[in-house]
């Protein structure tokens, strides 16, 4: 186990071999460098193709194993085409973190079709596309971890957010489907929903809009990414193997 990222779980994921999507920057840089910090080995998934490789060279330079796959989460020839050569170079595969997401905001009566389209693509049909792309290797090996980031939009609602609320209310519906036909091959799939988290993501976010979120919120804070990645971590791990088909949602209990 390398100390590369701060994360606060011990977890030996030492021979596992992990897929995280969107794993350039933010949450999934982060994720991709937790379960590389806990010995497993890591493909590193995301269109840009630049900053990929800046997270790959993060983790190598602690000692840490991972690779870097470009590829676009809506394609689904490029999606297959990833996890074959995962599994084949590692002999098997055993988590998947399905991160990818995009925000493309805007009130329902102004929204445009390709706002509605690209967030739909990328945030559910990349985190279906994936999700059925590992199936096989998982349920040949008789084990395995999805874990899928949601967002409490997806619980609550957003204004503002018709799309993107959408889109992971649909990653939650299929967590809890999923879940249900691969338990029996010991495979779990569970959701991690993000409240307000201090990434790129939110920076965009008018300061006053900030203000007022904290101040709904108990823990009087917005969330660091490594609330989100330890989640993460603990659902991936052998101690959340009797979880399954559960949001775990990590917000300082704003929507509580
Ligand atoms: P981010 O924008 O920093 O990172 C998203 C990554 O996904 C980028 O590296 C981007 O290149 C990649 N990506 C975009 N389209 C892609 C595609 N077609 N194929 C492959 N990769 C693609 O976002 P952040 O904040 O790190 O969010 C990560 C996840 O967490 C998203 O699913 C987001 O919806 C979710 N989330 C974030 C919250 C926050 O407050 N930041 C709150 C709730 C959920």
């Known amino acids: ?32 460098q937790s379960l590389a910090a806990c010995g497993a080995g890591v493909a590193c998934v995301d269109v840009n193709a630049e900053l990929l490789e800046e997270t790959v060279g993060s983790i190598k330079s602690v000692g840490g194993q991972a690779r870097a796959f470009t590829c676009d989460v809506t394609d689904s020839q ?14 098997g595969l055993q988590i998947l973190v399905n991160n990818a997401g995009i925000t493309r905001d805007g009130m329902l009566m102004r929204m445009k079709d390709d706002q509605w389209d690209s967030v739909l693509a990328i945030n559910l049909r990349g985190t279906f596309l994936f999700t059925r792309a590992v199936a096989k290797p998982m349920i040949k090996g008789r084990q395995g971890r999805i874990v899928n980031i949601a967002s409490i939009s997806g619980m609550i609602g957003n204004p503002g957010q018709a799309n993107y609320s959408a889109s992971k209310a649909g990653v939650i519906g299929l967590t809890r489907t999923v879940a249900m036909e691969l338990a029996s091959r010991s495979i779990t799939v569970n959701a991690v929903a993000p409240g307000f ?9 008018d300061p006053e809009i900030i203000d007022g979120i904290k101040q709904r919120t108990p823990l009087g804070r917005l969330g660091q990414p490594l609330d989100v990645a330890d989640a993460v971590l603990f659902l991936a791990s052998p101690a959340a193997a009797f979880i399954t088909g559960q949001v775990l949602v990590v917000d300082g209990g704003l929507i509580a």
């Open 1 to 32: 186990m390398t100390d590369q990222t701060k994360t606060r779980i011990t977890t030996n994921l030492e021979g596992q071999t992990a897929i995280v999507t969107g794993a350039a920057r933010g949450l999934g840089r982060l994720i991709a």
């Open 78 to 91: 490029a999606v297959n085409d990833t996890v074959d050569q995962v599994v084949k170079a590692h002999d």
């Open 197 to 205: 988290i201090e990434t790129d993501m939110t920076a965009k976010l």
